[in-house]
């Protein structure tokens, strides 16, 4: 029923076009913190990028962080490489088949190798993540909290109870059962079965699920409990000589590593005080400042404010870890989303 209904009404996504498990795990670490819709024009560049593993173990750091600038949670992107690397290196470059080999590479947790066997090999591995959570949820009408140990063993074993059954059912020919059950449980949780306002009445399993029978289908899963966030405060400088800007690269071990910016430091809000000897803590004596923009953003629990000023600096051949760029240079180079969003301030 609910296969029948995937087969009929699955959305056309260019990862579901292909068996190949190496464009379907691209996909689904892209999909781990992105929308289908952002990680679709990315996905297509990608694999027009780099279509094989092989290609992935190659590409310079510069070029594969290029391809991902703007999804963020950039430990994804290097994981990517490090397990393209050992499977060249252990796999003779053929993506594994075994769950537990998948599940050994770097970046890949139970949901991606499940996701990864299932879809690729047929494989009657389980799957469970937000959207799966949320069906299970809701058709077995489980009333506790899904990230409480207890429940979430419940619900991995429910998710691996019906892809075992789905692989002992005798399937349509061209039906890969595995890899459509869990496709299905999928699209169900992203398109009828979704957070707020299901849509019950289209939906394939209507007549089997317990909210919907009981009415608390809108009340499940029950809500996590959301982290307190905290406030952080930045001041960044956007410094041009002669058509130049001075970027710094973050180094490794950092939260969005590897990646440019421009020079920023950390400072006690409010952001208005205090410029002159941020600069100087980061060696920059600066002259003739004004506000540049301010923004905002979120990173897991905090609420970042960076406050970016163009300035000119008096000490120019005193810098250390600075690089000098022009506007075509910085355009090749991968940045973090804030201070992408500062050179685009800069050069509107
Ligand atoms: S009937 Fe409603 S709540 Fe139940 S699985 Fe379908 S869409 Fe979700």
């Known amino acids: 029923m609910l296969v029948g209904w995937f087969e009929q009404n699955a959305r056309d996504l260019p990862w579901r076009r292909t068996n190949d498990p190496y464009a379907i795990w691209v996909s689904e670490i892209m999909l781990q913190q992105t929308q289908v819709r952002t990680a679709i024009p990315y996905f297509e560049r990608w694999m027009r990028a780099l279509p094989t593993v092989e290609s ?142 299901p849509s019950c009445p289209l939906c394939p399993v209507q007549p089997h699920c317990g909210a919907r029978q009981r009415g608390i289908q809108e009340q499940l899963p029950l809500p996590a409990r959301r982290p307190a966030t905290t406030q952080r405060h930045f001041l960044a400088f956007l410094v041009e000589h002669k058509e130049r800007y001075l970027v710094r690269q973050r180094p490794d071990g950092m939260v969005n590593a590897h990646l440019w910016e421009f020079p920023n430091a950390e400072v006690k809000a409010p952001l208005s005080t205090k410029l002159d000897a941020t600069a100087r803590k980061m060696g920059l004596r600066i002259i003739d400042r004004k506000p540049l923009c301010t923004l905002k953003h979120s990173i897991t629990r905090y609420r970042i404010t960076l406050a970016a000023h163009r300035a000119e600096v008096v000490n120019l051949g005193t810098l250390a870890d600075g690089h000098w760029f022009t506007r075509r240079q910085l355009d090749r180079l991968a940045f973090t989303s804030a201070h992408r969003q500062i050179l685009r301030a800069a050069t509107l």
């Not at 499940?114 to 799966?132: K, R």
């Open 56 to 197: 992935l173990a190659r590409i310079s750091s510069g070029r594969l962080h290029k391809l991902w600038e703007g999804l963020g949670y950039y430990t994804r992107v290097r994981n990517l490489q490090k397990s393209a690397r050992m499977i060249c290196q252990d796999h003779n470059a053929q993506f594994p088949q075994q769950y537990d080999a998948v599940r050994a590479l770097p970046g890949i947790g139970p949901y991606t190798a499940g996701a990864i066997c299932s879809i690729a090999f047929n494989q009657p591995t389980p799957i469970l993540d937000g959207n799966v959570i949320r069906v299970l949820s809701r058709v077995f009408a489980i009333t506790s909290d899904p990230k409480e140990p207890r429940t979430n063993t419940l619900l991995w074993q429910l998710a691996e109870a019906l892809v075992t059954r789905a692989a002992r059912l005798s399937p349509p020919s061209g039906c890969l059962p595995c890899s459509a059950l869990n496709q299905s449980l999928m699209e169900l949780g992203a398109t009828l079965c979704t957070p707020r306002s």
